[in-house]
């Protein structure tokens, strides 16, 4: 609901600009669905964890931080 709620304001504020709006191509939508079905992307957190327990270890230890 998240998404679908997401996708609707952004029609919205794209319908309140008072120009037409561009369709997609048919190769874009299909290549866009293809992306979204189980198993064509990595999985969430296979990158993330790893980084976010890198940044842990990093907030207590005395290395300089590199973010600031």
Not at 3 to 14: F, K, T
Not at 15 to 42: F, N
Request: proline content about 7%; charged content about 25%; glycine content about 4%.
């Amino acid at each position: 609901m998240y998404q679908l709620e997401l996708s609707c304001r952004a029609q919205v504020d794209a319908l309140s600009a008072g120009e037409d709006l561009l369709i997609p191509s048919k190769e874009v939508l299909e290549k866009t669905a293809h992306l979204y079905q189980p198993g064509t992307r990595r999985p969430y957190g296979v990158l993330e964890w790893p980084a976010m327990l890198r940044l842990l270890n990093a907030e207590n230890s005395n290395y300089p931080r590199f973010d600031s």
